[in-house]
């Protein structure tokens, strides 16, 4: 029932029959059909838990909710399936939180951040068209190494250590580098998804208080995110939506999105002592873990 990038080792006489694997992105089947309501409990179960735990962090949802969808949907219909969730789930968050955002602290540093969105999400549809690296059998299957799936994986990693190491967090960063910092957190926004760790990173320094800072960079995050989900839309997105909406990818994007309304809820209300050491933690261990697992071709 799971989706990945792995996919059977056939014997020769069942090869023709065969149903497409994700890997094979040149069959042009980007999405494996659901078959268990298990899948919909794993997944809504998982944006309830991550949406309340990462309300107070400002960023998270993305990142944690990644590894699920990666299961069902190719790499880049993976990170597009996710942007939704986490633009509509900041949509309703600003509803909330909305009016003590910084509007001055969106304008240095979510316009540059949404301008370079754009460049990360074509780099990716550039990405998603790449031929297979290699191949190579593992418990009975066929891992297959891409290069989005590469990109993405060594990316994850990469974030992932950066939520690991305290050191990074403590780098000397003016408010004058809010703008850079909009470049990069946006870029790989749009890439794979990983802009909340840079964000929070950046808008710790603006001088904003714990609501300021939340409601801030949730703005950000849905400048981006309308952006990046735009460039998708239009990009790889748009040749495959009855392939990936229409066979049950869409209700199982819907169960993602209202699960993640409840956890935001919960957490408004319930976990105002959730520490940003705490997620980052949590956040860093699991994507190391995926991406490790991304980058081998194994999901």
């Not at 990038?5 to 069959?27: L, Q, T, V, W």
């Not at 960023?59 to 939704?84: N, Y």
């Not at 392939?243 to 819907?254: N, R, T």
Request: charged share 10%.
């Amino acid at each position: 029932m799971w989706r990945s990038r792995m996919r059977d080792n056939p014997s020769p006489s069942a090869s023709k029959h065969r149903h497409p694997r994700p890997c094979e992105r040149e069959r042009g089947h980007p999405f494996e059909p659901p078959d268990s309501a298990m899948l919909y409990v794993v997944v809504a179960v998982a944006a309830i838990f991550i949406s309340g735990l990462t309300f107070f962090t400002g960023f998270g949802l993305g990142t944690l909710l990644l590894p699920f969808f990666l299961l069902v949907f190719d790499p880049q219909i993976a990170v597009a399936a996710t942007a939704v969730v986490h633009l509509v789930n900041n949509l309703f968050k600003f509803t909330l939180i909305g009016k003590h955002v910084s509007w001055r602290t969106v304008a240095a540093f979510g316009i540059p951040a949404a301008a370079a969105a754009f460049a990360g999400a074509m780099l990716l549809d550039l990405l998603a068209g790449g031929a297979p690296i290699a191949e190579y059998p593992i418990f009975g299957r066929i891992a297959v190494i891409t290069p989005i799936g590469l990109v993405i994986g060594l990316l994850i990693i990469g974030f992932g250590f950066f939520d690991l190491l305290p050191s990074l967090h403590d780098i000397k960063i003016s408010r004058r580098m809010l703008p850079l910092g909009g470049v990069l957190s946006g870029f790989f926004g749009g890439l794979s998804g990983h802009q909340g760790g840079l964000r929070a990173t950046f808008l710790v320094k603006a001088g904003l208080g714990k609501e300021g800072f939340i409601a801030t960079s949730i703005a950000c995050a849905i400048l981006v995110d309308i952006v990046r989900i735009t460039v998708y839309g239009l990009t790889f997105i748009s040749g495959n939506f009855e392939a990936v909406f229409g066979g049950g990818g869409g209700s199982l994007l819907l169960t993602a999105t209202l699960a993640a309304f409840v956890g935001a809820v919960i957490g408004r209300y319930l976990l105002h002592k959730t520490t940003l050491r705490f997620i980052r933690i949590m956040v860093g261990a699991l994507m190391l873990l995926t991406g490790a697992l991304v980058t081998a071709g194994i999901i």
